[in-house]
């Protein structure tokens, strides 16, 4: 069965600050990767996702994310935070020729002025 | 413009006493699901319908039913809810599946249900 983990449950950094959350997923077969946000009060929203070729790839608001094969990971980057950015992230993999769409525990980000 | 719509936003129910939370989506999705985010969770997966097809997941309570009478609705029925049950329940849809490739899922705004 698939699984997402997500080690950082809860992120605190200053404005201007360089932002890595961490993504392992366990499947041994094709997968989709998505990066979803949740911002205080309202709803799930896409990142960024990869479904086939450049391993590195780049979403909303300066927000990157790669795919290593090798090590199941797909950590969400974003070189310098704001503060707009305090939300919630979550890592989701969809498993490839099914219809699942797992979720991961989720990082809670705050950032500080 | 809205694409996938949960109603209603806030429902206050009483234990024990069924409830239905409804889902309509505008893109023509085959596929539709209905999450519960606990405070502080991930969204865990209920279930989900690959067109008029229904995927239980395993550990979902029989308390939670769902129907989906055509492509642009959804619904959740909680047949007798427990304090436990108090969540935002998500609906989600995608164009997915079965060797017809993936799309992201799209996320309404949730209902959020409390049990008193």
């Known amino acids: 069965a698939q699984s997402v983990s997500q080690h950082n449950h809860h992120v605190i950094l200053s404005e201007a600050a360089s932002l890595e959350l961490g993504c392992n997923y366990s499947?041994?077969?094709?997968?989709?990767l998505f990066w979803y946000v949740q911002y205080p009060g309202q709803h799930l929203q896409l990142l960024l996702k990869?479904?086939?070729?450049?391993?590195l790839v780049k979403g909303i608001k300066g927000f990157e994310a790669e795919f290593i094969k090798s090590k199941f990971s797909f950590n969400l980057r974003k070189p310098s935070v704001q503060w707009s950015d305090t939300a919630e992230y979550f890592c989701?993999?969809?498993?490839?020729?099914?219809?699942?769409?797992?979720f991961g525990t989720g990082t809670r980000l705050q950032v500080f002025p | 413009d809205a694409m996938v719509i949960q109603n209603p936003r806030y429902q206050v129910t009483q234990f024990g006493k069924p409830v239905t939370l409804s889902c309509s989506q505008t893109?023509?999705?085959?596929?539709m699901y209905w999450y519960q985010q606990k405070s502080s969770q991930a969204p865990k997966l209920l279930f989900h319908?690959?067109?008029?097809?229904?995927?239980n997941e395993a550990d979902t309570p029989d308390n939670f039913q769902s129907r989906r009478p055509n492509t642009s609705f959804c619904f959740l029925d909680i047949r007798s809810p427990g304090l436990g049950d108090a969540a935002m329940y998500l609906c989600?849809?995608?164009?997915?599946?079965?060797?017809?490739?993936?799309?992201?899922?799209?996320f309404g705004q949730g209902t959020r249900l409390t049990v008193v």
């Open positions: 893109l023509n999705h085959n596929v």
């Open positions: 990869y479904f086939s070729g450049d391993p």
């Open positions: 989600a849809t995608s164009s997915a599946g079965q060797g017809r490739g993936y799309t992201e899922a799209f």
């Open positions: 319908y690959y067109d008029k097809d229904f995927n």
């Open positions: 499947y041994g077969g094709t997968v989709n």
């Open positions: 989701a993999v969809n498993a490839y020729n099914t219809d699942k769409l797992i």
